[in-house]
């Protein structure tokens, strides 16, 4: 009889601990009265150090290599198995990839329980998929090919490059129902909500009703959870969801997919902060599965998928992109400038507002798109030129509307006496236009036409075909029907003048998602990009050629050894604690250090830098690190980020 388990078996449990020290398996004795229902993948209480803690049974075994003698699982909290092998393989290799805790990982996987949903009657598997005709992926080169290769159960993996214009959900819908009706599921990866209520509506069309599921925060933890157990039932083979979605336990995975892997919203902002695109291609390696990745524009790290033939291009045909492309017109360069000398002084130089006038005529809605949020969200004196800032606070000051008196972006208070602390000026003037102060001066320009604003807390999905303004900040465009008239790209400073390293590769998806709204130039469309023509992403845009700019910025971080060509770690925290950490890391050979710089008064970051083939070994040295430093309970943490999506 085995003197640490008293005969019984033992239950290997991941302790849900935010602690690194405490990231592994821990043996606890199953009571005989449990033995017939725990089983692996089903969640526990166990006690822990004092405390009640919850986790999730990894393995059953008959033996521990423990010497004393072990704890009982305290209650079983569910028998429902909610993680699977292939999700709690995929999870320990995020987590080893971000240097995380497999428990915060396995809390981003599995959705909080809901008692009444599991005792729910279980949900009818979903009807058998027809495939559908899909004759619109033949506009690509290798389309055809690509959900043929899907049909016959194969595993393509492909970077696909939407045409302007495309109805990219529908386009998904096909991929999905191809890959269904061979029997394989689908996990589908959406940046937001609007994104996702497009999809489902295309999935519902193109597959029929309630043969698929969506998995988001807006679902709310019920829905949610009932979304959840039908597809770890296997009800469901479908799924299209946010982020978290890309943990979807589905049966069988045929193909994984991703919409605009450059939308910051893939990343994750809780521990260990995985991008949602790195959980899906490690999930296709290890299952050998089908990858689609889509978007009207490509980033570096889709060029170097490319570049080493892990994927291949499905894009379409020149004179196939000239057909469905807008015409794009930049203002800015000396062409410009020749034949209208204020166009460099002016915000909405000539050319805007005659695109503008011919889309209204033609009784055709136009987009704006405005950078900043607000009606002029930074004010500086009219004087000197100083930024307005709060007596109060020293925040800086605002305008929210014409009539109201300069308030702080910081505290909220008001100043109606502004007085300059520099000059002693009173008067304000407009350091940077917003959405809304673009909205109210657009709608005095065209009397009668109506104006709609998209951004900030009020997000259209869609707005009716006919004539009227559409200001909207990036990311927030509506669609319409039959395509924008003209689509106006305003200030392109303060997208491009960003400190970021993917500042322009950021640029360029931003102008391209709203352009890819207009018409196409056969039918009138317009783009006018009120930018230096010269400049690379301007280029780019006016040639719609996002495979060119992703190369050429690839080639760039290859020389300057940034990511993706390298990998990199940020650490934030005080100095000390910075300190501490390293010298309990074995960091790679050739590791290095970049920093530290202040990010406030107590706490610095500092960028580790590592080629990529010691990527693994650098996060392992990181986790490795923290979890001493966790031992020691020490008082002041280290965020630890293994290649953020923000390099400042």
């Known amino acids: 009889m085995d003197e640490a388990t008293g005969g019984t078996r033992v239950a290997r449990v991941c302790v849900d601990s935010p602690l690194p020290h405490l990231d592994r398996l821990f043996d606890y004795r199953v009571p005989p009265e449990l033995a017939e229902q725990i089983r692996p993948g089903c969640r526990v209480k166990v006690r822990f150090a004092g405390q009640a803690l919850s986790g999730f049974v990894i393995e059953l075994a008959d033996g521990t290599d423990f010497g004393g003698r072990l704890a ?34 396995l809390r981003l996987a599995v959705p909080p329980r809901q008692a ?7 949900r009818e598997p979903a009807e058998a998929v027809t495939a559908p005709e899909a004759e619109a992926w033949r506009a690509y080169e290798h389309g055809g090919a690509f959900l043929q290769s899907l049909a016959t159960g194969h595993h393509p993996r492909a970077v696909w490059g939407a045409l302007p214009g495309e109805d990219w959900p529908r386009r998904f819908a096909e991929a999905a129902a ?18 996702l209520d497009r999809l489902d509506r295309a999935l519902t069309e193109v597959l029929g009703p309630d043969r698929h599921v969506t998995l988001s925060a807006a679902l709310g933890p019920a829905k949610r959870y009932r979304a959840f157990l039908a597809v770890s039932r296997g009800a469901v083979r479908v799924v ?4 978290a ?3 979807a336990p589905v049966r069988d995975l045929g193909l994984v997919a991703m919409w605009d892997a450059g939308d910051d919203s893939h990343a994750e902002p809780r521990a260990p902060y995985p991008h949602a695109r790195t ?16 978007g009207f524009t490509r980033t570096t790290e889709d060029q170097l998928l490319l570049d080493t033939e892990w994927a291949r291009p499905l894009t379409a045909p020149r004179e196939t992109l000239r057909e469905r492309a807008p015409h794009i017109v ?16 002016a915000r909405l130089p000539s050319t805007t507002w005659n695109a503008a006038r011919d889309a209204l005529a033609a009784d055709r809605p136009v987009l704006i798109q405005s950078p900043r949020r607000g009606y002029i969200p930074i004010v500086s004196c009219q004087e000197c030129r100083s930024r307005a800032r709060c007596p109060h606070c020293q925040g800086p000051l605002a305008l929210h509307s014409a009539s109201a008196p300069p308030q702080c972006r910081w505290c909220g208070k008001q100043s109606p006496d502004f007085r300059c602390p520099t000059c002693g000026g009173t008067r304000l003037r407009a350091a940077v236009i917003g959405a809304a102060r673009t909205a109210d001066e657009l709608g005095r320009a065209f009397p009668g036409v109506p104006v709609r604003t998209s951004g900030g807390d009020r997000v259209l999905d869609s707005v009716p075909g006919g004539a009227a303004l559409v200001v909207a900040t990036p990311g927030a465009e509506p669609v319409v029907e039959g395509g924008y008239g003209a689509v106006l790209l305003l200030d392109a400073w303060a997208l491009l003048t960003r400190a970021d390293l993917r500042a322009g590769e950021e640029t360029l998806r931003r102008w391209m998602t709203a352009a890819a709204l207009a018409r196409p130039a056969r039918d009138g469309g317009q783009v006018v990009v009120v930018a230096d023509g010269g400049l690379a992403v301007v280029q780019a845009l006016l040639r719609w050629d996002p495979a060119w700019f992703a190369a050429r910025e690839l080639a760039e971080r290859a020389s300057l050894r940034f990511p993706p060509i390298a990998r990199m770690a940020s650490l934030t925290g005080p100095p000390q604690a910075l300190e501490d950490l390293l010298r309990h890391a074995s960091l790679p050979p050739g590791t290095e250090e970049l920093g530290p710089v202040p990010v406030d008064d107590r706490t610095e970051r500092l960028l580790l ?40």
Do not use: C, M, Y
């Open 72 to 105: 009982d699982v305290a209650k079983l909290v569910s028998p429902e198995r909610v993680l699977t092998p292939e999700i709690l393989r995929l999870a320990r290799a995020v987590a080893d990839r971000f240097a995380g805790n497999l428990s915060d990982v």
């Open 116 to 122: 009444r949903v599991e005792a729910e009657p279980p």
């Open 178 to 195: 191809t890959t269904a009706a061979a029997g394989k599921g689908v996990v589908l990866v959406v940046p937001d909500q609007r994104d």
């Open 240 to 243: 299209a969801g946010t982020r």
């Open 245 to 247: 979605a890309a943990f």
């Open 279 to 294: 959980v899906l291609l490690t999930r296709a390696q290890n299952t050998d599965t089908a990858v689609l990745l889509g």
């Open 330 to 345: 930049p203002v800015g360069d000396d062409a410009q400038l020749a034949h209208d000398p204020q166009a460099a002084a």
């Open 609 to 648: 830098r590592t080629p990529r083939t010691h990527g693994a070994e650098l996060a392992a040295a990181l986790h490795g690190a923290s979890g001493v430093r966790s031992t020691k309970k020490t008082a002041d943490p280290v965020r630890v980020q293994v290649d953020p999506s923000e390099l400042l």
